[in-house]
């Protein structure tokens, strides 16, 4: 099982080997035939990847909404302490190699390039061999981030699940960390109709006798989630009881934050904005510190001491990022109905306090068409006053079918619809120029992404989303 595969890349900025590549990657089906563990253990035994160097030195991170965003800080913090870190994430935005870091610095494109050919031609060997036993596009993006990892031996590898965790992927790091970030309805057909059949599958993305974090979900599932995961010998470390928020406060125009985790106080101010990202950070600081006084205690106290710059440089593209500041305007790539509403919450934070709570300025949004537009459009249309519909060239849904949506759930609102990126994010600019008000353009992955690579001048034709 793995992701649903998405992404763009620039043509413009990318050799032909490289684009050729990375479109041949991505055409790969995203699922295989059933569940792949299997596939997956033979192709690193074909590659000589030796998984138990992966052992004690993987991270997982799990849960429905904030993975990439604990992954990020979980990463800097570690990095902060003086380790190696490798990140494994998905999707990615612009390019591939996003997904692939050490460091903060992505894989090489001549790096990609040289693994893609050949774990593409163990591809090729294993499905000859085994005939109707084919390898899905997530499990040969693992691999080849297994093969880096192992070439490049970072001493720790902070790894975002695809999908679930029981059938997952990157379940075959075997790591003995893991963090369960999250919980919302979602891949229902794959994980179970009910929140705490998605949490046991989740959960189940690490070995046993273990240790699970669980950030901030319902009591009763925690309950619940103790239960199964005491069955596996796994500990659970429980947000707002064995870690929490010790304080939050403004400081200098920066949220400053303070973490206690036993006897440890953590302190910092988060670069990624919003209650949602001081949970977010609050349960990367758990499973990072959980992980390193099991692996580097030596390195305890300088992973406290940096912890403060850490959190503050730690970057997250596409979340809740701030793309201009004359006029304002802040996009998000959310894609989920949970997803959304979180980010809107975050963005509500931080709105003109002089402004009445449903008036947060200029909304420019579009959903794809294979998404809950009713949901989002829900959540989102009644805190603003003025929202434009477009389409991104991407999937996106009809215009007039968003603003029939924006409409029905905010009938006081000004709703006009615009056939384009470009001239929705013409008019956004007009408009908040004019009445000197902030623009959200949300709602879609790709209608976000579209919108910041036409205001940063490049054509949003040119993206490549898979």
Known sequence: MGENIKGSIMRKSLNSTYLEMVEKLMSIPKYGSGIGLHRFYTL?????????????????????????????????LLKG???????FTSPHLLRFNERIQINNREILDCE?????????RLKDIYEKKYIGDTVGAFELFTLIAAKYFFLNQPNVIVVE???????????CFGGHFAAL?????????????????????KSDIIAHDSTLILGNIPDNI????????????????LFGKDFHIECSKNQDREKHLCVRFGDYRVEGCPSLLGTFQEENASVAIALSLSWLMENYTNKVSSYIRNAENA?????????????????????DVGHSPGAVKCALNAYAELRDKSLPPEHLGILVTGVSGNKNIEEILQILA???????????YHRGETPDVIATHAQKYNALATVVTMDTIEAAMDHSIKMAEQYGMAIYVAGGLFLSIEYSQAFRGNNPKELIFF
């Open 311 to 331: 959190l503050l440089s730690t970057k997250w593209s596409g979340r809740l990022e701030t793309i201009s500041s004359s006029p304002k305007i802040t996009i």
């Open 112 to 120: 990609l390039v040289n693994l893609s050919t050949e774990a593409i």
């Open 181 to 201: 970030v999250s919980l919302d309805y979602e891949h229902t057909a794959l994980l179970g109709n009910t929140l705490e059949e998605i949490g046991y599958d």
């Open 44 to 76: 690193t035994e074909m590659w000589d990847i030796d998984l138990s160097f992966f052992e004690h030195r993987v991270i997982h991170v799990t849960g429905s909404n904030g993975k990439g965003s604990v992954t990020a800080f979980s990463g800097n």
């Open 161 to 171: 699940a695809g999908i679930g965790g029981r059938f997952d992927t990157t379940k």
């Open 382 to 392: 009644p805190h603003f006053s003025y929202i434009i519909c477009t389409k991104a």
């Open 222 to 237: 925690v309950k619940k989630m103790i239960g199964y995961n005491r069955s596996k010998g796994t500990t659970t470390v």
């Open 81 to 87: 302490a003086g380790l190696t870190v490798g990140t």
